[in-house]
């Protein structure tokens, strides 16, 4: 048997199932293939819902997703050994309904949106590998599964199949993911009673508060700590480039960047008592702008982490993989209604869309901010210690007059960054930010 | 030749929790798989239809969701699914599950003769292995548990010889035809679908009937009416006082941490070193 489908889809994440979904809901005959036992098995994400991304595929998701908690309070913490300096944002403004940033617990969301999907009537089968694309000269028209007959056939593939996108690789739409362009992160589900988190974190029931660290904690490296609340359990994780990983002179291991930051004064208070749940591991493409490959060719569209489609900066992946998986689905919809075939030509209106919605806008905003970070690696050590030591200074109280204090602290920066130095790391921030 | 499968969609026992201040079973977040046992049972009743042709249906008492366990049995290579389902069998006990179950397969025999039925061995969740033998005494079949193998089965004489793993050595069997089967595990190896079933499961609209599709009449004896069964307590094993120590290795040979291990253990448990010298002397 060899079928036809209009579309395959290839993964069962939020990228795939917006996908699958979008395609399936406008009457397009949809298979999605999915490699782990179930959707969601084997996805792994922080994880923070970005509402509105979600809300332009199902718009009232609210009623029956399983969310963990909206988010009324972001933390900003830069920490040295001991201590840590932050900003804390609480607005009750987050508190009036519909919400905009939620926590999820991935196993349980990706569940609940594939069986959105299989309701708009995609069929998706799971524990199936997707080993290669089906090319008939250079169209891509159907793919290869690890199961007897593994022939199925499509007008159009789109490749869903997360970070490492061997099929993209393998059909050479782009080369080897480069440990420069990745970053390892692990994280921990620590369950906790509800009653706790509340108490510890100052929030009422379903409301949630998200930590964002940097400095001391990812030693030396490029990366970042984070700390989420969910209902029963909290999320706590850390990431850095991989490539930061390799060459890191203390051969710092990922989970020991993990056991350190949950040993950090400041973190664990926050986390006594946790009982864990889960250890997850996930590699994330933040090479930006300049990383994302030939998105579209013939009969094929790229979408998700698979197309390096994440916004390192502001920490935004699912709802970037959830926009690029629905505006794939809308331009392979729009080509079967034209009629007029599959090739590139017809699939470019995907990189249009991309270009012309805040996933590109915002990439190319941020093109040269991994390059800043990577090289200039006094953000994440000297600037992080300097800040907590002047912090100290300043707010303990010990007989010297403050105009000595400021003197010391300006010195103190002085000593570990020439003048130069801070000007130009400033420019540097400056300009990537732009 | 007709056979049956009963199956139960269970929770992964492997990932559940038990509330640490509740004492309950936490089941959210947990994935409902096809209880492990009952694959043995589907594989050999498939086993038997490659040789034998007829017709496999498999059957499942339970919540709606277990339409997805019913879907991959179908993947796997069964003709027909039907899942069982009825608000009123809510809190059913084995008793109560048996009566329900024994009634769909009597149902079933309505539309085909019924020439076996198979179960697993027991399920993961309840671990009783009552409902087979249950199923077999209201439908009058002849039982067979733990069964390892089936050694033949003579469909002219309507008879079936299975070898049964018993205490102390195996029991060769032979009975008559309808029977029903409760598999053993590690008898045989689940086959990996071919593409083309993944679809057509994907696709089958399992058949579901309420009590009254399965051809129960009496209500007393199905859900939480019919189940003398009464959960007194459920518990949490303690965790053990001690827990695993760690040890910072750096800047130690392999053999001074061995040495240091050793010597910790010696301190707790000091009539082990004694043994272990003396038996060294010997």
């Known amino acids: 048997m060899s079928e036809k489908f209009d579309v395959i889809v290839v993964g069962a994440g939020p990228s795939g199932n917006a996908a699958a979904y979008t395609a399936a809901k406008a009457g397009l005959s949809v298979l999605q293939i999915e490699r782990g036992e179930y959707p969601g098995s084997k996805n792994v994400q922080g994880a923070i819902l970005y509402a509105n991304a979600l809300e332009q595929i199902i718009p009232d998701f609210r009623e029956d997703a399983p969310l963990e908690r909206h988010i009324i309070e972001q933390r900003m913490w830069v920490l040295d050994e001991e201590s840590f300096v932050?900003?804390?944002?609480?607005?009750?403004?987050?508190?009036?309904?519909?919400?905009?940033?939620?926590?999820?617990?991935?196993a349980q969301f990706d569940k609940w949106f594939s069986s959105k999907v299989k309701e708009a009537?995609?069929?998706?089968?799971?524990?199936?590998?997707?080993?290669?694309?089906?090319?008939?000269?250079?169209?891509?028209?159907?793919?290869?599964?690890?199961?007897?007959?593994?022939?199925?056939?499509?007008?159009?593939?789109?490749?869903?199949d997360g970070v490492n996108s061997t099929l993209a690789r393998k059909a050479g739409f782009h080369g080897e993911?480069?440990?420069?362009?990745?970053?390892?992160?692990?994280?921990?589900?620590?369950?906790?009673?509800?009653?706790?988190?509340?108490?510890?974190?100052?929030?009422?029931e379903e409301e949630g508060v998200v930590i964002e660290m940097f400095g001391k904690i990812t030693d030396g490296m490029m990366g970042t700590g984070f700390l989420y609340t969910n209902k029963d359990s909290i999320t706590l994780g850390v990431g850095c480039m991989l490539s930061d990983f390799k060459e890191n002179p203390n051969r710092t291991s990922p989970y020991t960047l993990l056991e350190k930051m949950k040993a950090h004064p400041s973190v664990a208070p926050l986390i006594a008592g946790g009982e864990m749940k889960e250890y997850c591991a996930h590699l994330i493409p933040e090479g930006g702008f300049y990383a994302v490959p030939k998105v579209h060719g013939n009969g094929w569209m790229i979408v998700g982490d698979s197309g390096g489609f994440v916004n390192a900066v502001h920490r935004e992946g699912s709802n970037l993989?959830?926009?690029?998986?629905?505006?794939?689905?809308?331009?392979?919809?729009?080509?079967?209604?034209?009629?007029?075939?599959?090739?590139?030509?017809?699939?470019?209106?995907?990189?249009?869309?991309?270009?012309?919605?805040?996933?590109?806008?915002?990439?190319?905003?941020?093109?040269?901010?991994?390059?800043?970070?990577?090289q200039n690696n006094q953000f994440f050590t000297t600037y992080p210690e300097l800040l907590n030591r002047a912090a100290r200074s300043m707010i303990t109280v010990d007989g010297i007059d403050k105009k000595t204090k400021e003197?010391?602290?300006?010195?103190?920066?002085?000593?570990?960054?020439?003048?130069?130095?801070?000007?130009?790391?400033?420019?540097?921030?400056?300009?990537?930010?732009? | 030749m007709h056979i049956v499968v009963c199956i139960k969609q269970v929770p992964d026992s492997a990932q559940i929790r038990v509330h640490p201040v509740t004492n309950t079973i936490m089941r959210q977040g947990v994935p409902a798989i096809v209880n492990p046992y009952d694959l043995f049972a589907l594989e050999e009743a498939l086993r038997l239809k490659d040789?034998?042709?007829?017709?496999?249906?498999?059957?499942?008492?339970?919540?709606?969701?277990?339409?997805d366990a019913l879907k991959k049995c179908i993947s796997f290579g069964a003709d027909d699914a039907v899942l069982v389902t009825d608000r009123s069998f809510a809190g059913a006990d084995t008793l109560a599950t048996s009566y329900a179950l024994a009634a769909a397969v009597r149902q079933l025999g309505r539309e085909q003769k019924v020439d076996i039925v198979f179960t697993g061995k027991q399920t993961i969740d309840g671990d009783t292995a009552q409902v087979g033998p249950g199923i077999a005494k209201r439908l009058g079949l002849q039982l067979l548990t733990y069964v390892s193998r089936i050694a033949d089965l003579d469909l002219e004489h309507d008879s079936i010889t299975v070898e049964r793993r018993a205490e102390g050595g195996v029991q060769v069997l032979k009975t008559a035809v309808p029977c029903l089967i409760t598999m053993l595990e590690g008898t045989n190896e689940m086959r990996f679908a071919p593409l083309e079933n993944m679809i057509h499961a994907a696709r089958y609209p399992v058949r579901k009937w309420n009590k009254e599709a399965a051809g129960i009449e009496d209500v007393t004896k199905i859900g939480l009416k019919g189940s003398p069964t009464v959960v007194s307590k459920v518990f949490g094993p303690t965790p053990r006082a001690e827990k695993a120590l760690m040890q910072s290795v750096e800047d130690a040979t392999p053999r001074d941490v061995a040495l240091n291990v050793i010597q910790k253990i010696f301190t707790q448990h000091p009539t082990l070193e004694r043994d272990i010298l003396a038996k060294a002397a010997v």
């Not at chain 1, 900003?87 to 926590?103: G, Q, W």
């Not at chain 1, 003197?407 to 990537?432: H, M, P, Q, V």
């Not at chain 2, 017709?55 to 277990?66: E, F, H, L």
Request: hydrophobic residues 40%; proline residues 3%.
């Open chain 1, 177 to 204: 993911i480069q440990a420069g362009n990745v970053a390892l992160a692990v994280k921990e589900i620590l369950f906790m009673p509800q009653e706790t988190i509340e108490a510890r974190f100052n929030i009422k």
């Open chain 2, 51 to 67: 040789k034998f042709g007829g017709k496999v249906t498999v059957i499942c008492m339970g919540p709606p969701q277990a339409e």
């Open chain 1, 407 to 434: 003197k010391e602290i300006f010195s103190n920066f002085r000593k570990s960054r020439s003048l130069t130095g801070l000007a130009g790391d400033a420019l540097k921030l400056w300009r990537a930010f732009r």
């Open chain 1, 121 to 160: 009537g995609a069929l998706v089968i799971c524990e199936t590998t997707v080993e290669s694309l089906i090319l008939d000269g250079d169209q891509v028209v159907g793919v290869r599964c690890d199961r007897q007959g593994g022939e199925v056939f499509a007008d159009v593939v789109i490749l869903a």
């Open chain 1, 321 to 374: 993989a959830m926009t690029t998986g629905r505006l794939a689905a809308e331009t392979a919809i729009a080509a079967k209604a034209a009629g007029k075939g599959f090739k590139a030509k017809q699939l470019a209106s995907y990189k249009q869309a991309l270009d012309e919605s805040f996933v590109m806008k915002d990439l190319h905003k941020y093109r040269d901010m991994p390059q800043v970070f990577h």
């Open chain 1, 86 to 106: 932050g900003t804390h944002f609480r607005s009750d403004d987050y508190n009036k309904p519909p919400y905009n940033r939620y926590t999820i617990i991935r």
